[in-house]
């Protein structure tokens, strides 16, 4: 299994724009898909997006679709999450994940077997 290290968190006021990555780092990613879940306080992780390694198929959650944008560079092994339009409640600790098993659904934090540490976003009113 690869290392995921996530970066590009931060403080945003709302209606602003954060870019999150995520390199695997230790060997090359050859896993079947990689995920962005999200944990604010006192709350369960939650799904945020998800792309297939292969072919690119992406999804969203509810919450986030129409303002942040899932992306893979495969000959660089990084995972990149455009967020755009935030909002307070978009505040959260970010992780990405790994799934090395085909699923037709990776909404499911219980899919994905490797996680960063995960990366602050702070969203001001």
């Known amino acids: 299994q690869v290392q995921l290290v996530e970066s590009g968190g931060g403080l945003v006021q709302a209606g602003g724009s954060l870019r999150l990555s995520c390199v695997c780092s230790?060997?090359?990613?050859?896993?079947?898909?990689m995920g962005w879940f999200r944990q604010a306080p006192g709350k369960e992780r939650e799904f945020v997006a998800a792309?297939?390694?292969?072919?690119?198929?992406?999804d969203y959650g509810d919450s986030v679709k129409g303002r942040f944008t899932i992306s893979r560079d495969n000959a660089k092994n990084t995972l990149s999450l455009q967020m755009n339009s935030l909002k307070p409640e978009d505040t959260a600790v970010y992780y990405c994940?790994?799934?090395?098993?085909?699923?037709?659904?990776?909404?499911?934090?219980?899919?994905?077997?490797?996680w960063g540490q995960g990366t602050q976003v702070t969203v001001s009113s």
């Open positions: 994940a790994a799934s090395y098993t085909y699923y037709s659904d990776y909404s499911d934090l219980r899919h994905f077997g490797s």
């Open positions: 230790g060997r090359t990613f050859k896993g079947y898909a």
């Open positions: 792309i297939h390694w292969i072919g690119g198929a992406t």
